[in-house]
C-alpha cells in the first residue's frame, strides 16, 4: 500500500517562505511511475490544485494564485516531492495535501499538513 506523509508546514509571516515535503513509500513501481501534485484546502473552501510535475518531471503546472511564488520539484531518490513556498500570503493559509497518481490512474493521498500565514 502506497503511503504518502506531508510534512514542513506551521505558521508564516506575509511575505515569509516554507517548505513542504511529501515522503512516498510502500510502492512496487520506481519513481518515474507517479505524477505528483500538491493541492490545498482553505476553510470553507473547495479543494484546489496548487501544483503538478509529470513522473519525468519535464512537466510543471501550477495554479495562477501560485505562480512566482511557489515551486514544486522531486527528488526520486528520496521519493521525494517538494513544494517551495516564498512571498507567502495570509490568503495561502490551508490544509496542503499531497497526491500521487500512477500511470494506471490509482491515486494516494497524504493526510495534510496544515500551513498558516499571519502576523
Known amino acids: 500500500q502506497v503511503q504518502l506523509v506531508e510534512s514542513g508546514g506551521g505558521l508564516a509571516q506575509p511575505g515569509g517562505s516554507l517548505r513542504l515535503s511529501c515522503v512516498r513509500s510502500g510502492s512496487a513501481f520506481s519513481a518515474d511511475y507517479w505524477h505528483m501534485s500538491w493541492y490545498r484546502r482553505a476553510p470553507g473552501k473547495e479543494r484546489e490544485l496548487v501544483a503538478s510535475?509529470?513522473?519525468?518531471?519535464?512537466?510543471?503546472n501550477y495554479a495562477d494564485s501560485v505562480k512566482g511564488r511557489f515551486t514544486i520539484s522531486r527528488d526520486d531518490a528520496k521519493s521525494t516531492v517538494y513544494l517551495q513556498m516564498n512571498s507567502l500570503k495570509p490568503e495561502d493559509t490551508a490544509v496542503y495535501y499531497c497526491?500521487?497518481?500512477?500511470?494506471?490512474?490509482?491515486?494516494?493521498w497524504g493526510q495534510g499538513t496544515q500551513v498558516t500565514v499571519s502576523s
Open positions: 510535475i509529470s513522473s519525468d518531471g519535464t512537466w510543471i
Open positions: 497526491k500521487a497518481r500512477g500511470e494506471r490512474s490509482e491515486e494516494y
